[in-house]
């Protein structure tokens, strides 16, 4: 049985008319002139906008946030092997910013990551206490930190 395949000029015309797009959506994206330190200023905003905004939704319930299911911000347990992703990156911001409002919200949530401090069951400890608790000692040298990462 022989297939039909479009011919090549086609294929060149699609490949171009896509990777035109693509680098159309680039250059909107970040402008040529754009200095890498505004750059940098730039994506912390939007970070900490978007954390922002998660924080706002996830602090009242119990739990890290780990993705979002049709707008709704979806909930894992302090023993996910991703629970201390969301506090290492708290931890994060605070580092680039010096802001208190990162500080604090990391704190509240390495707190919450007391449980897998004991946790013998798994092998996802480095990824749960070194984001939570690796990072809030690097920071701060608080050695209660240091003591659960012990």
């Known amino acids: ?3 039909h395949l479009p011919a ?7 490949g171009t008319l896509l990777v035109g797009l693509l ?5 909107q994206a970040a402008p040529a ?5 505004n750059l940098i200023k730039r994506s912390l905003a939007s970070a900490e906008q978007q954390y922002s905004g998660l924080l706002a939704s996830s602090q009242p319930k119990p ?3 780990r993705t979002t299911e049709d707008g709704q911000v979806k909930m894992v347990a302090v023993k996910d092997w991703t629970s201390g992703f969301f506090p290492g990156s708290l931890w994060y911001l605070y580092e680039a910013t010096g802001k208190a409002k ?3 919200a990391a704190q509240d949530y ?3 990551m007391a449980p897998a401090k004991f946790d ?4 996802d400890l480095g990824f749960m206490l070194g984001a939570s608790y690796g990072n809030g000692y690097r920071l701060t040298k608080d050695p209660s930190y240091r003591d659960a990462l012990l």
């Open 1 to 3: 049985m022989r297939h």
């Open 8 to 14: 090549l000029s086609t294929l060149r015309g699609t």
């Open 23 to 27: 680098l159309a959506g680039v250059a």
């Open 33 to 37: 002139e754009e200095s890498t330190s």
């Open 63 to 65: 739990g890290f946030p």
């Open 102 to 104: 990162w500080k604090t």
């Open 110 to 112: 390495t707190a919450r």
């Open 120 to 123: 013998k069951t798994q092998h």
